[in-house]
Every structure is written in structure tokens, then in C-alpha cells.
């Protein structure tokens, strides 16, 4: 198994997950936070086209998340996977057959992909993130949840790869100019993980096997790659520079699960 991500920032957000079946290779994408020409171009830069696509997985309503993924499925006939809540939050919209309801718990078969849905804490109508496996290999994607919580640990338990959000940190965020209100919805509950959070979250996901730790959706005015590196490193032990750190513009290069 293997991903990578197209881009991850409050500009958009998009995780390419593959696991292969012999010669064949079967693709998901979390998340389509882009324009539909913006989101096909970042495919491209990693080597793939639309129509290698399998399934689209949006993980909540935002904007930064659900972007081009009702045009993307309607145009190349993607299955389209996403909550009750999240369809209901983007206006219900009638994609007809391509659309699937996800839930908290139930496995989505992609072939030999499976995605398992978890609910996190997170100003959003229903969201849900995922832990991806192909049977032998697991990787854990965390974004966008406000604070940690026995059911998202549980979900993230011995995997070979996590992806977890570092959006903040705490200082950067209370001396920034964004108004109180923006301070306290970012920095709140349902908000969004700083440095500190992600790095006790590792601590009760740790173990030896970890393979791949990637550092995701770090706010552009309010963290810095090198303040996220330096709080994932101090809790796993690792060099920081062995730490990933997903560009808002690049996003980072296919990593494989061995």
C-alpha cells in the first residue's frame, strides 16, 4: 500500500490512497478540496488521471475538503462516499448511483482497499475520517477534529502510517491577528488540532512498527513546518527531519507501507 497528498492547508486538502491486488491497482481519494482543473493538475504531478480513480471519500462539508468532488464524480462516473450529514450540509445534492452513505464503523471495500470510518469531534454537520488498510498494512489519515477522544485512538491504534493534523501552534495562534472569535473556534474543541494535541495523540498511537509519520494541514500564519517537526519528534523520538510535512501547494510524494 501506498499514498500521498495532493495539497493539505486551509486552501485545500486531498490524500491519495492505493493498494494493489496483483497488477491491479485500486485508488481512493480523501477528500477533492480543490477547483476540478486545480485537482486534476496535482493528480497528474503524481502520476495518475481521473479515470484511476475508484472511489472519492469526502470527509465533511467544508470547502477546503469537499471542493470539486460531486463534479469529479459526475465526469468520470466516480463512486462518491460521504456521511448522511455531509450530503445534507452540501444541499443533498442527486449524483444518482455514484453516491454512497458512510458510517461510523463500516468497513467501505474498494477492492482490495478497505476504508474504515471514524467519527472525530469537529464543527461540521457529521464527519468522518479513516483508517486505510489492504489487509496487511494500516494507515491512519487524522484532519480536522478540535480534540481527542477514546473512539479516534481506538481507530488508530498499530498503524504502520498516521497522518495527523498539526494546524496550530497554541502560542502562534492567541498572539495572531485573526479576531477572538476565529482564535476560539480554531483553538476550541471542535476546531482543530494543535502541535501539542497531535503529539499526545502519538504518544497513545506509538509503537515500533510505525513506519511513517506525516504532519498535515499546519496553518500557514499560525505553525511553521519546523515547530510541527520539533513536537511530533520530542514525543516519538524520531530526527525531525524523518518527520513528512504535507505542503499546502506540493502536498509530499507517494510514501509505501511495506
Do not use: K
Request: glycine residues 10%; proline residues 5%.
Amino acid at each position: 500500500m501506498r499514498f500521498c497528498s495532493l495539497g493539505s492547508g486551509s486552501g485545500g486538502n486531498a490524500t491519495v490512497v492505493e493498494a494493489r491486488d496483483g497488477r491491479r491497482a485500486h485508488r481512493a481519494v480523501i477528500d477533492c478540496g480543490f477547483s476540478l482543473r486545480e485537482f486534476e493538475s496535482r493528480l497528474a504531478r503524481v502520476g495518475l488521471q481521473p479515470d484511476q480513480l475508484d472511489a472519492i471519500f469526502v470527509t465533511h462539508e467544508h470547502g477546503d475538503h469537499v471542493g470539486c468532488a460531486l463534479t469529479l464524480a459526475r465526469r468520470h462516473g466516480i463512486p462518491l462516499w460521504m456521511s448522511h450529514g455531509t450530503w445534507r450540509a452540501i444541499g443533498a445534492p442527486d449524483p444518482g448511483s455514484l453516491l454512497n452513505f458512510a458510517r461510523d464503523g463500516e468497513a467501505i471495500a474498494v477492492g482490495s482497499l478497505q476504508l474504515l470510518p471514524y467519527t472525530v469531534p469537529h464543527d461540521a454537520a457529521e464527519p468522518l475520517q479513516l483508517r486505510c488498510s489492504d489487509g496487511a498494512a494500516h494507515l491512519g489519515v487524522l484532519t480536522d477534529a478540535g480534540s481527542s477522544t477514546p473512539h479516534l485512538i481506538e481507530h488508530l491504534q498499530d498503524c504502520d502510517a498516521l497522518l495527523l493534523e498539526c494546524n496550530h501552534d497554541v502560542r502562534m495562534l492567541a498572539e495572531s491577528r485573526y479576531p477572538p472569535s476565529l482564535r476560539a473556534r480554531i483553538g476550541g474543541r471542535l476546531g482543530h488540532l494543535s502541535n501539542d494535541t497531535a503529539a499526545r495523540i502519538l504518544t497513545e498511537c506509538l509503537h515500533g512498527g510505525l513506519q511513517h509519520l506525516v504532519a498535515a494541514h499546519l496553518s500557514e500564519q499560525n505553525n511553521s513546518p519546523q515547530l510541527a517537526r520539533a513536537a511530533l519528534a520530542a514525543t516519538c523520538g524520531a530526527a525531525p527531519g524523518d518527520i513528512v510535512v504535507a505542503d499546502p501547494a506540493t502536498g509530499f510524494d507517494w510514501l509505501a507501507i511495506r
